[in-house]
C-alpha cells in the first residue's frame, strides 16, 4: 500500500534560517505529491504540489522537487519567518479515475523563534 | 466566497453514543471527501462522495457511514462511538471528479468521545 514518511518533530529554528523536512513515500504507481501546512486550529491549506518526476513545486518561498529515483520530496525554504510557524504535511495521491484520496504521513511541526 | 463549512465545531459524546458531522462544499464544488486526524498524526481517509456517489473508502469499520446530498452538502455519521473515535474529523471539497488534485479543507471538527 501507499505510505509517506517524514522527519519527527518538532523542528526549532532562528527566523531567517534554511529550512529542510524530509519526505519519503513509497506508492505503486505514479502519484502526485503535495505539501499541505496547518496553523493553529485551521484547516489544512495546500502549499505546493508536483504531480511526476523532477516537478518543483513551489510557493510562497517553499520549495519541493520530485524526486523519482529516491522517492522523496523534501520540503525547503531559504529564510524561514516567525508566521511560517506550523504542522507541515507530506502527502501523495494515486492518480484513479474517479477518486481523489490523499495518503498523508505524520506531519512536521515547525517552530521559528524571533 | 466562502471556504468549506464544518458544524458542530466542538462535540462531546459518550462512548455508544452516534453522531452525525456536517459539512459544505465550497460553491460549484461537487467532490467532498472526509478524513479522520487523531491528534499527532496525519489525516486519514475515510470517504470520498462525488455527485452523490460513493467513489472511494478507506480503512474504516463500518459504523462509519456517509452521504451526499442533490446541493452536494454532506454528513459523516459514527455509530456506536468508542474512546478511539475522538479526533479532529475534516471535510475537503474539489471541483473536479478525479482529476481535481486541490482539494480545499474546511477547519474541522473535534470530537471528543468520553
Known amino acids: 500500500g501507499n505510505s509517506v514518511t517524514q522527519m519527527e518533530g518538532p523542528v526549532t529554528l532562528s527566523e531567517e534560517a534554511f529550512l529542510t523536512i524530509n519526505c519519503t513515500y513509497t506508492a505503486t504507481g505514479y502519484p502526485s505529491l503535495f505539501w499541505y501546512v496547518q496553523y493553529p486550529g485551521e484547516g489544512l491549506q495546500l502549499l505546493l504540489k508536483a504531480t511526476k518526476a523532477d516537478d518543483k513545486g513551489s510557493n510562497k518561498g517553499f520549495e519541493a522537487t520530485y524526486r523519482k529515483e529516491t522517492t522523496s520530496f523534501h520540503l525547503e525554504k531559504g529564510s524561514v519567518q516567525v508566521s511560517d510557524s506550523a504542522v507541515y504535511f507530506c502527502a501523495l495521491s494515486e492518480r484513479t479515475t474517479g477518486r481523489r484520496a490523499l495518503t498523508f504521513g505524520s506531519g512536521t511541526r515547525l517552530q521559528v523563534q524571533p | 466566497d466562502a471556504g468549506v463549512t464544518q458544524s458542530p465545531t466542538h462535540l462531546i459524546k459518550t462512548r455508544g453514543q452516534q453522531v452525525t458531522l456536517r459539512c459544505s462544499p465550497i460553491s460549484g464544488h461537487k467532490s467532498v471527501s472526509w478524513y479522520q486526524q487523531v491528534l499527532g498524526q496525519g489525516p486519514q481517509f475515510i470517504f470520498q462522495y462525488y455527485e452523490k456517489e460513493e467513489r472511494g473508502r478507506g480503512n474504516f469499520p463500518d459504523r462509519f457511514s456517509a452521504r451526499q446530498f442533490p446541493n452536494y452538502s454532506s454528513e459523516l455519521n459514527v455509530n456506536a462511538l468508542l474512546l478511539g473515535d475522538s479526533a479532529l474529523y475534516l471535510c475537503?471539497?474539489?471541483?473536479?471528479?478525479?482529476?481535481?488534485?486541490?482539494?480545499?479543507f474546511g477547519s474541522g471538527t473535534q470530537l471528543s468521545v468520553l
Open positions: 475537503a471539497s474539489s471541483d473536479l471528479q478525479g482529476g481535481g488534485e486541490k482539494l480545499f
